[in-house]
């Protein structure tokens, strides 16, 4: 009865999407093993998946799948949880003395919801106000895309993305709001595909009523050419 009671609280945490963490959980030990090895030992275990469906993998379009399965999560859809892909954003002051709100808006955004492993699909737009340093436009594109390879949460790559522009800038005034589809809402479950989440996380100047609306409404703008 324990056990149904353990799968229980787990398949509610799974579904109602709730993160215990706003750091991604990670193993102490989880760079013991190269990327190589990891790719052996995945391919392994999505053969041992495919097989139990009962799948034949002699068969021309499945005989290459394990392999590929355990390289894209190595090296692309998961490539986030290794700190060697962490982007390096330098920072540059601001001699043309811009004060007021850079908003990056529109990044695409690819992740993969941790209590399923199905796709989260969206926009990320990203502001941040100058106090004295600036960072290259890409760079804020890239650190959404490093936080979003990885198992993911939503709110949590929310926070996550303001927290690492807050180090690199060295500012509070951060802000970020995330618009995305889940596939484990519109692909199964409810199976509701019109919904979408969406989360924000608004740091130092951005928490004054003002400013937020304004970061609002510049991300509201028509910008399409």
Not at 61 to 68: A, N
């Given at each position: 009865?324990?056990?149904?009671?353990?799968?229980?609280?787990?398949?509610?945490?799974?579904?109602?999407?709730?993160?215990?963490?706003?750091?991604?959980?990670?193993?102490?030990?989880?760079?013991?093993?190269?990327?190589?090895?990891?790719?052996?030992i995945i391919q392994d275990d999505v053969r041992h998946i495919m097989e139990t469906l009962g799948l034949d993998l002699s068969d021309d379009s499945l005989s290459g799948t394990p392999k590929r399965v355990a390289k894209m999560f190595i090296n692309e859809i998961f490539g986030g949880l290794n700190p060697k892909n962490k982007p390096k954003a330098s920072t540059f002051d601001n001699k043309y003395k811009y004060g007021e709100m850079l908003?990056?808006?529109n990044i695409t955004l690819y992740s993969t919801c941790e209590h399923h492993l199905l796709p989260i699909v969206g926009r990320a737009h990203v502001a941040y106000?100058?106090?004295?340093?600036?960072?290259?436009?890409?760079?804020?594109?890239?650190?959404?895309?490093?936080y979003a390879k990885r198992p993911q949460v939503q709110e949590r790559l929310t926070i996550q993305i303001v927290r690492e522009l807050q180090e690199v800038l060295g500012t509070e005034d951060v802000a970020c709001v995330i618009d995305a589809k889940h596939l484990c809402v519109n692909s199964r479950g409810i199976r509701d595909i019109e919904s979408s989440t969406v989360t924000s996380e608004f740091g130092g100047k951005f928490k004054e009523k003002a400013t937020r609306r304004e970061f609002l409404d510049y991300i509201q703008l028509d910008t399409k050419f």
């Amino acid at each position: 009865m324990r056990i149904d009671n353990d799968f229980s609280d787990i398949d509610e945490i799974g579904d109602n999407h709730i993160s215990t963490s706003s750091d991604t959980p990670m193993r102490d030990d989880a760079f013991r093993l190269t990327d190589s090895e990891k790719i052996e030992i995945i391919q392994d275990d999505v053969r041992h998946i495919m097989e139990t469906l009962g799948l034949d993998l002699s068969d021309d379009s499945l005989s290459g799948t394990p392999k590929r399965v355990a390289k894209m999560f190595i090296n692309e859809i998961f490539g986030g949880l290794n700190p060697k892909n962490k982007p390096k954003a330098s920072t540059f002051d601001n001699k043309y003395k811009y004060g007021e709100m850079l908003v990056e808006k529109n990044i695409t955004l690819y992740s993969t919801c941790e209590h399923h492993l199905l796709p989260i699909v969206g926009r990320a737009h990203v502001a941040y106000i100058s106090n004295g340093t600036v960072v290259g436009l890409s760079k804020m594109n890239r650190i959404v895309d490093y936080y979003a390879k990885r198992p993911q949460v939503q709110e949590r790559l929310t926070i996550q993305i303001v927290r690492e522009l807050q180090e690199v800038l060295g500012t509070e005034d951060v802000a970020c709001v995330i618009d995305a589809k889940h596939l484990c809402v519109n692909s199964r479950g409810i199976r509701d595909i019109e919904s979408s989440t969406v989360t924000s996380e608004f740091g130092g100047k951005f928490k004054e009523k003002a400013t937020r609306r304004e970061f609002l409404d510049y991300i509201q703008l028509d910008t399409k050419f």
